[in-house]
């Protein structure tokens, strides 16, 4: 069974509709991560969560939001959908160490906003 | 701050032949350096990573990768390319106390020519 999942694996949605990501991980990780990927731009941070309590904005978190129900579980949400949010999202986790990290992804949500 | 550049989107190679990927990273701190590679409809999975330490770090799958600090890169090398690293590589950059803004390039597209 894989260790980080998302779901759902892909969505259409029309503009203007709440939709929410889901990533769960039975790595045990405290850390966890929400990225965008676009062709060309690489992966972005949306979001990130060191443990339950504790959720930081990333480089581009405009028009998203994320909720962290339990170690375990990471959701993010767009409260009102829009055409340029047409991207693939990726979950992570991590786990620090003390002096590296590792991020470990999920097989990311393909969200299409018409 | 912090950023990565991969110089070419998209490169080709002859099964057998050298794989050659480049990055270059600008870094304020001493950075922690990685190596992610994506396969068609999946997550991005490690293939190494440079913490400190040995500068020549060995990866998964026979890739490698060196890390120079005075020409501030870390490419990516494997010596004999085989159709199975068809795939997107993506070179990532932290700052060595924890990579909670890891720091993606854009990402450069392998094609192996049979």
């Known amino acids: 069974d894989a260790d980080v999942t998302q779901t759902p694996r892909n969505r259409i949605t029309k503009t203007g509709k709440r939709i929410m990501l889901e990533c769960s991980q039975t790595?045990?990780?405290?850390?966890m991560y929400w990225y965008r990927q676009d062709p060309g731009l690489g992966l972005r941070l949306i979001y990130y969560?060191?443990?339950?309590?504790?959720?930081n904005k990333g480089e581009i978190s405009d028009g998203y939001s994320v909720s962290r129900q339990a170690q375990a579980k990471f959701s993010l949400s767009l409260e009102s959908a829009i055409p340029n949010q047409t991207a693939l999202y990726f979950c992570?986790?991590?786990?620090?160490?003390?002096?590296?990290?590792?991020?470990?992804f999920g097989p990311g949500t393909r969200l299409t906003v018409l | 701050a912090q950023s990565v550049t991969q110089l070419g989107s998209h490169v080709s190679v002859s099964e057998g032949a050298l794989v050659l990927l480049r990055c270059n990273y600008s870094?304020?701190?001493?950075?922690?350096l990685f190596w992610y590679v994506q396969y068609p409809n999946q997550g991005l999975q490690l293939l190494l990573k440079?913490?400190?330490?040995?500068?020549l770090v060995k990866g998964i799958n026979g890739f490698e990768a060196e890390f120079k600090k005075s020409e501030t890169s870390f490419h990516l090398t494997k010596p004999s390319a085989h159709m199975s690293d068809e795939a997107e590589y993506f070179c990532?950059?932290?700052?060595?106390?924890?990579?909670?803004?890891?720091?993606f390039g854009t990402g450069t597209r392998l094609t192996i020519i049979p």
């Open positions: 990532a950059v932290s700052p060595n106390f924890g990579n909670e803004k890891l720091t």
């Open positions: 790595k045990g990780h405290d850390r």
């Open positions: 870094s304020s701190v001493p950075p922690y």
């Open positions: 440079y913490t400190t330490g040995a500068t």
């Open positions: 992570a986790t991590s786990d620090w160490t003390g002096y590296t990290d590792t991020q470990y």
């Open positions: 969560s060191f443990d339950v309590k504790d959720i």
